[in-house]
């Protein structure tokens, strides 16, 4: 038999964190104080770093610092195209013969490189997931949150990131780099709650959505940003992704 206790259990929000590097785009969008701050790292890891990894771990700094604790916590790194600018240059200097590679470029070239850096910067033993769904990120990240919170941890860390696209490999999509972290609990009950996220089945209608996300796909969680920032007592469904069958999930504030 279904456990439907279980399966409707909310998690509580700790801490959360926003990096939106473009003081015009955050001011635009009605955010402050958002720029990148990554000084978790040494100052000389942090110049080998792309803009990706410093927006991903400057908001998981910020959502640890809310919420008091977090550093050591087991973490969900999300992100659809990951060190797209890093695998950019690597690419160009391929085509242009231009040997040897570099090492250090290779190193952070792959789709769990903030999550390593997190972890050396921190000191963090603790287990980290990289994860990639264009569009449902978001959703997809917050559901693997949730459901580890109901089976092997009591506290997660989240993050979703995403850097500017390179405008010759992909011209149609002017990404601007963002990120979003949430530092979450399944025991605390006298914080905003998150149920488990759903889908939409072909029978709904289909929801309103923001255009944040034809800014970047990691814009989809500014939605929930926001009502978190307004704090108004209540419950409300937040649309977490767009098409057909858009993710959702009901957020209570106390």
Known sequence: MTDTTTLSAPVAILGSGLCIPDEDIASELGFADAGVDASVLAPMVRRRTSMATQVAITALGRACTAAGIGHKLPAIFVSSVGEIQVTDKLCRAISQQDYPLSPTLFHNSVHNTAAGYWSMATGSMASMQAMGALDDGFALGLLEAWCQLQTVTKQVLLVVY?????????????????????????????????????????????LPVTDFTARNPAMAALPLFQVLQQATSGQQQITLSSGPWPWQVNMVMP
Not at 166 to 193: G, N, V
């Open 162 to 206: 995403d850097e500017d696209m390179p405008e010759q490999l992909l011209p149609d999509y002017a990404w601007k780099a963002c990120a979003f972290a949430l530092l979450l609990d399944r025991e605390t009950r006298d914080r905003p709650l998150l149920h488990r996220p759903i889908q939409a089945t072909g029978s709904d209608p289909a």
